[in-house]
């Protein structure tokens, strides 16, 4: 660890890593192959090529905070067809640290993984969990809630610690604000995070085995992100991200930002929208041409029984279920819904922690499942008509539609009847 | 009981009282067996504790039979009865003999609710109060293949007086013939079979009274209760289960309730007791310790590693350090670590990249390592629990499995002073 914060800090290695990563460029791991595109909407279908696997996108990939998935064993997320997920920087970096998780042969080692990892930079933990942080060109300063000592967590350190990490993706330290801030506060961010991205673009010791994504920042001011998109595909990462979106803003502002975003990235790359995870979210988001999403969620939710379906989500533990002898979804094929019963769940909720792993893996594996049908549908052509149906299965009625999905759709030529 | 086919089938019997056999004949049609001494699966709720069957399923060679718990299931009887095909079709079970007892042998169960009528049992909407008509009933929805009638177990606390044991005996058998009475009565029951209970509390007159009453009753075995970790000290214990297995039949079954530690099981064993339950290992689990005693006997050293249950090779070093946090001294608190496992929540595992035990074949240990269960114990992860119930269950059973072969090739004293090395290391100290 101390060898790789010098290395960080240090000007004349991170020149020579520059130089390092431009020899290297040829041997990026990370591949992008288009194997479908809606002909109607900006949805693509694509095999993302990882150092540990090859990814079928559009992906949601479950969030592993702590270095596991929220009770499920690795073997049981391999069996949903689980092909990434992610870590979360600022978690293991605190416990168990990065240096030992390094001696563990990387988080792949540490959580006996074989596919592939996410991490992010931490720096949006940093400024949501902990109260005494403060934001300078610097990095983010806060004290640890562990030790009560003072971190900087600087662009060189996040990307030290996600090295040490392994993942397959590692994501940029961003300058994270509120989406719901506005003002001067909001552009500052954005030209940060720029610098923040040549720091740590300067910063990573593996580009030969780790992506390092660009966050794409500007908040709700379509000028700001434009401005930020301009600058950041002008550097040559093998990722970008959507940030600063799903953090409370209008659902308005939230699908322009998105569109304005993969209007001007790259079609070549991949486009991850972070914290997205809901069910219409992530159809419309795909049909405005995102291609990864992560979200918390579907595993928290899981653990208050509250099972996801196709028509919306069903509370396990009301009372209602007690009787109810079907699975959670007649047409699930996951472990839990092929075994076991509403009513033997709703009672198992009283009295073992295996009911939240039954509805963890079901919801899991219906987050896989929606992304896959997705994914066959665009491939096949037929991916306008699967949203319709989608949305008429999610919605008892048309006047349901949530008005920012129906406009969404709209701007890319779906108009649902 | 008419129609039962539960038979118990004895290959050896050592010194008049140790036996090892296969208890065949078990489940609806017959099909399954259990080989003794050995050892129900813990599921109270029908569920390993932690486990989905998926993960479960990871371990080979589990004991056919489950222990589902009434006080577990009482509080559900109208959802069973309206589901009308059982507990096991309900708790998606399929290929399992299904064994239900009144109480869960790891939960706490207050005593001053038993009455002449009723005994109370404790789910988690607390107490369900229980008749022999409504104990039936609760029989007849769950659809077990083998039950242990209703019975005043409330003995156990160490001021007990003479009277109230006389009474718990006469209670019990007293329920029991009226379980007998209903369950002879009932077409829902045919082919079920039925334990009676040998109670007694600590007086070996009553438990001398208590098993030669049982006895003339057609029962198809015995659960010998009252007799659980922390009601008494091992030396009463395994005078009170000698002079009770004494009385009992040879060719019907014994299963004693409540006793788990691997120096116990093995005293009870040589005690004439064949059947207990594993609700050990969830314990050991709940206070983020891992099984980690030894039980190789096997003459090849290399043998150790091949196979997955007899395992390891037991750190000495480890062994020493944990035993100062050893429980025994506390025989009423089972929350305490003893001397069978370590406890992973300890900072020395923070850096340790050893599986839990060396050797073992289970899914945590062929994966996973020290480290990582510890970090998933610091952070609360619920992982943690998967992990660690799935290495308890493993190493138990497996301990059972070495139990056997131990009496087969009569080595039993050599496992004895296997098992106890920790122990007496820790004497020593
Ligand atoms: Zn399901
Ligand atoms: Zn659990
Ligand atoms: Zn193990």
């Known amino acids: 660890m101390a060898a790789t914060v010098e290395c960080g800090s240090d000007s004349n290695a991170a020149v020579n890593n520059m130089s390092l990563k431009k020899a290297l460029k040829a041997a990026s791991p990370l591949t992008l192959r288009i194997v479908a595109e809606c002909p109607v909407t900006k949805a693509r279908a694509c095999d993302l090529m990882l150092p540990h696997c090859t990814v079928s996108t559009p992906v949601f990939m479950p969030v592993g905070t702590q270095g596991t998935l929220k009770g499920i064993t690795v073997d049981q997320l391999e069996g949903l067809g689980c092909q990434i997920c992610l870590g979360n920087t600022y978690h293991l970096g605190m416990r168990p640290g990065s240096d030992l998780i390094e001696r563990a042969n990387g988080l792949h080692g540490f959580m006996n993984w074989k596919r592939n990892l996410l991490t992010d930079s931490g720096g949006f933990q940093m400024v949501s969990l902990v109260e005494l942080s403060e934001v300078t060109e610097e990095g983010v300063k806060f004290k640890s809630p562990y030790d009560g000592k003072e971190i900087l967590l600087s662009p060189e350190k996040s990307i030290s610690i996600q090295n040490s990490l392994g993942s397959d993706i590692m994501m940029q330290l961003d300058d994270v604000v509120s989406s719901t801030v506005t003002g001067p506060r909001v552009e500052e961010a954005m030209h940060r995070s720029i610098r923040w991205l040549d720091r740590c673009i300067a910063a990573n010791k593996n580009p030969d085995k780790q992506n390092l994504f660009a966050i794409i920042q500007g908040g709700l001011n379509a000028d700001l992100r434009k401005a930020c998109l301009d600058e950041m595909t002008k550097r040559d990462v093998p990722g970008f991200a959507i940030g600063g979106l799903s953090g409370g803003e209008e659902k308005d502002d939230f699908w322009r930002m998105v569109t304005l975003s993969t209007d001007h990235l790259p079609r070549e790359k991949p486009r991850y929208l972070m914290g997205v995870g809901y069910a219409v979210d992530l159809v419309v988001c795909v049909a405005l041409g995102c291609d990864m999403f992560d979200c918390v969620f579907p595993t928290r939710t899981a653990r208050f029984g509250s099972a996801l379906v196709p028509w919306g989500s069903l509370q396990v533990k009301h009372k209602q279920y007690a009787k109810d002898f079907q699975p959670i979804d007649p047409d699930c094929q996951c472990p839990t819904c092929k075994r076991h019963s509403r009513a033997y769940l709703h009672a198992l909720f009283k009295s073992d922690t295996a009911a939240m792993h039954h509805i963890t893996i079901h919801n899991i594996a219906y987050q896989l499942n929606l992304m896959r049908s997705v994914r066959q549908s665009i491939v096949e052509g037929r991916f306008p008509e699967f949203i319709r149906t989608f949305m008429k299965r999610m919605f008892p009625s048309r006047d349901q539609y949530p008005s920012w999905a129906v406009d969404a759709l709209a701007s890319i030529n779906i108009t649902l009847e | ?429």
């Open chain 2, 1 to 429: 009981m008419a129609g039962s086919r539960m038979k118990l089938e004895l290959s050896r019997v050592i010194q008049g009282r140790v036996r090892l056999g296969v208890l065949k004949g078990l489940g609806r049609t017959g099909q399954h067996s259990l080989e003794v001494p050995g050892c129900l699966l813990y599921t109270p709720f029908g569920t390993v504790p932690h486990l989905t069957q998926d993960t479960l399923h990871t371990l080979s060679k589990l004991p056919r039979v489950s222990q589902v718990t009434l006080s577990n299931i009482a509080e559900h009887q109208e959802v069973l009865e309206e589901f009308k095909d059982g507990f096991r079709k309900f708790a998606g079970l399929h290929d399992t003999v299904l064994y239900c007892s009144l109480h869960d042998p790891a939960a706490p169960c207050p005593t001053g609710y038993t009455t002449n009528k009723t005994v109370s049992v404790w789910g988690s909407g607390g107490r369900i109060e229980l008749t022999v008509a409504k104990f039936m009933a609760l029989q007849k929805s769950v659809q077990p293949d083998w039950y242990q009638s209703m019975a005043d177990g409330e003995t156990w606390q160490s001021n007990t007086s003479r009277k109230r044991v006389r009474k718990s005996v006469d209670r019990t058998l007293a329920h029991l013939d009226e379980c007998l009475l209903a369950h002879q009565n009932s077409k829902e029951l045919e082919g079920v079979e039925v334990f009676g209970v040998v109670e007694g509390g600590d007086i070996l007159e009553e438990r001398i009274r208590s098993a030669r009453e049982t006895a003339k009753r057609p029962v198809d075995g015995f659960c010998l209760d009252g007799l659980q970790t922390g009601s008494m000290d091992q030396a009463l214990r395994i005078q009170l289960t000698s002079a009770v297995t004494k009385e009992l039949p040879e060719d019907k079954p014994r299963l004693l309730q409540g006793v788990g530690r691997p120096d116990e099981v093995l005293d009870c064993v040589e005690a004439g007791v064949d059947l207990f339950e594993s609700f050990f290992p969830f314990q050991v689990t709940e206070r983020g310790c891992a099984l980690s005693f030894s039980f190789d006997i096997s003459p090849d050293p290399e043998r150790a590693g091949s196979t997955p249950p007899t395992v390891l090779e037991l750190n000495e070093e480890d062994t020493a350090g944990d035993m100062q946090q050893n429980g025994d001294l506390n025989l009423n608190d089972q929350t305490q670590m003893t001397c069978f496992e370590i406890n992973l929540k300890d900072k020395r595992y923070q850096d340790d990249f050893r599986p839990l035990v060396d050797g073992c074949g289970c899914y945590c240990c062929r994966n996973h390592q020290r480290a990582y269960v510890h970090h998933l114990l610091v952070t609360n992860e619920l992982l943690a629990g998967v992990l660690l119930m799935i290495h308890n269950t493993a190493h138990y059973h497996g301990f059972f499995v070495a139990l056997r072969e131990a009496l087969a090739n009569d080595k039993l004293d050599l496992l004895k002073r296997r098992v106890l090395r920790g122990e007496q290391t820790e004497r020593k100290e």
